[in-house]
DNA sequence: GGTCATTTGTACGTATGTATT
DNA sequence: GAATACATACGTACAAATGAC
């Protein structure tokens, strides 16, 4: 499992591709820590930059989580769980503002769901945290 | 309006702000381009870097689009379309995979809503594209 | 409590590839 | 074809958070 450089797919969804397979077969399991940015870099021989845009396209996936001083661990895909939309709610997803980023500590790439109701927020959930039902 | 680079507030957050309050206020108008990533990063003396990161958070709040060769120009607003949840459907928020982003055409940071039914995926969306009814 | 090494976050620069005009 | 604009990818540097000691 190498990378490579002249290939039509980018090198960082190479390694994102790798890493991702790593994870879904268990190799690399639930709460395991991943090599540090550094690390993957020295051993998939590519900058930082591409591990780093690697890292959050699995962390857009919701198979990652990264803090800043400690490193990137394995999620835990216990479940989302659900929630329902009530009688006169509606949903949205998108990229978090500043505030909801810190409220719900989250990193780089993971959206929010948002429930309104009546025009006013009502909840605002990690997209990885949930499934909307009826 | 001008940026400081020894605030707390990282630079692209703060070249984030600017842009988001001139869309909002209507300095920049749906459907104006803005000015190219250089432009903008002379505009400002800060580097390429922080620009498309700015610009990146605009994607994801679904303020602007970016096309390649192009450029990045403002969206039209309240053009999300209702999408209703029928019985047994669900649906999660997540960031696009490869496939998705080619198919729906999406640029960096802009998340997707997929609905499932019986465990298949029916739809994916555009997460700007839409918002999710009961 | 304080110090240090480690790790991620931000920010700069440069270069090259690819898509659009 | 040429110019423009975004995408990718490398490098460097420093700040900030964490954990170990």
Chains 1, 2 share one sequence.
Do not use: C, N, W
Request: net charge neutral; aromatic share 4%.
């Amino acid at each position: 499992v190498s990378i490579d450089p002249r290939s039509d797919r980018p090198v960082y969804r190479q390694v994102a591709d790798i890493l991702r397979e790593q994870i879904t077969t268990g190799t690399l399991a639930p709460g395991a820590m991943l090599p540090s940015e550094k690390h993957l870099a020295d051993t998939y021989s590519v900058g930082r930059d591409a591990i780093r845009h690697a890292l959050s396209v699995l962390r857009g996936e919701g198979l990652v989580v990264t803090s800043r001083g400690e490193g990137t661990k394995v999620r835990d895909l216990a479940e989302r769980r659900p929630v329902a939309l009530e009688d006169g709610q509606y949903a949205i997803a998108r990229m978090p503002t500043d505030p909801e980023r810190s409220a719900l500590k989250l990193t780089e790439g993971v959206p929010v769901v948002v429930i309104y109701a009546h025009d006013t927020v009502r909840h605002v959930f990690a997209a990885h945290d949930i499934y909307l039902t009826k």
